[in-house]
C-alpha cells in the first residue's frame, strides 16, 4: 500500500526567510512524487515532480524539492519566501495507473 | 488554451436528491480525473476516464459514478446525496497518453448536502 504523510497542519514563516514544506512517503517500488498548490477558491496548480533523476528538482514560482530516498522524504523548499507563496500546499503520490495519493496538506503562511 | 472547467462552481442539495456535475478539460486532453476534497479526509481520487471509458477508479460506493463524452467532457453523478457528500469535488484533465504527467485542475464545485 501507498501513503503520503504531511506531518505539519501549519507553517509559518516571515516574508523572506527560508520555507521548507515537508512530506515523508511509503510506496513498495520506485515513488513518483508531486507538490501542488492550492490557493483560496482555486484548484490545484503543479508545482513540480520527481520521477527520476537529480535528487534537487526545480519547479515553479522558485520551488525546489529535494529527494532522500533513504528517509523516505520530498521536502519542498524556496530560499526566499514572499508573502504571495501563503496557500496550501499537497506532496501526491503517483501510482502506475496515474491516480495522486495526495497528503493531508500543510497550510503555509509567510508573514510580512 | 483555455482551462479546465468546473460547472456549477456552488450547488446545494438535500439528501437523497442525486447531482450532475460537468468538467471540460483542456482542448486535446483526452484524461479527467476526479477527486473529492474534504476537509476530514483531504483530496481523494474517485476515477479517471480516457477516451470515453473509466480506466481507473477510488475506493467510493456505487452512488458515485460517471462518464466521459466523445469530446472528453466529462460528467460526475452522486446518487441518493448523504450530509457527508459535501465536499469540494475537483476535476484534472492531462494529455492522456505517457506517464507521470502533470494534471491540470479545475477550480472544483462545492457541493452542500442539507
Known amino acids: 500500500a501507498q501513503s503520503v504523510a504531511q506531518p505539519e497542519d501549519q507553517v509559518n514563516v516571515a516574508e523572506g526567510n527560508p520555507l521548507t514544506v515537508k512530506c515523508t512517503y511509503s510506496v513498495s517500488g520506485n515513488p513518483y512524487l508531486f507538490w501542488y498548490v492550492q490557493y483560496p477558491n482555486r484548484g490545484l496548480q503543479f508545482l513540480l515532480k520527481y520521477i527520476t533523476g537529480d535528487n534537487l528538482v526545480k519547479g515553479s514560482y522558485g520551488f525546489e524539492a529535494e529527494f532522500n530516498k533513504s528517509q523516505t522524504s520530498f521536502h519542498l523548499k524556496k530560499p526566499s519566501a514572499l508573502v504571495s507563496d501563503s496557500a496550501l500546499y499537497f506532496c501526491?503520490?503517483?501510482?502506475?495507473?496515474?491516480?495522486?495519493?495526495f497528503g493531508t496538506g500543510t497550510r503555509l503562511t509567510v508573514i510580512p | 488554451k483555455a482551462g479546465v472547467t468546473q460547472t456549477p462552481r456552488y450547488l446545494i442539495k438535500t439528501r437523497g436528491q442525486q447531482v450532475t456535475l460537468s468538467c471540460s478539460p483542456i482542448s486535446g486532453h483526452r484524461s479527467v480525473s476526479w477527486y473529492q476534497q474534504t476537509p476530514g479526509q483531504g483530496l481523494q481520487f474517485l476515477f479517471e476516464y480516457f477516451s470515453e471509458t473509466q480506466r481507473n477508479k477510488g475506493n467510493f460506493p456505487g452512488r458515485f459514478s460517471g462518464r466521459q463524452f466523445s469530446n472528453s467532457r466529462s460528467e460526475m453523478n452522486v446518487s441518493t446525496l448523504e450530509l457527508g457528500d459535501s465536499a469540494l469535488y475537483l476535476c484534472a484533465s492531462y494529455p492522456g497518453t505517457g506517464r507521470f504527467n502533470e494534471q491540470f485542475f479545475g477550480p472544483g464545485t462545492r457541493l452542500t448536502v442539507l
Open positions: 501526491a503520490l503517483q501510482t502506475g495507473a496515474n491516480n495522486l495519493f
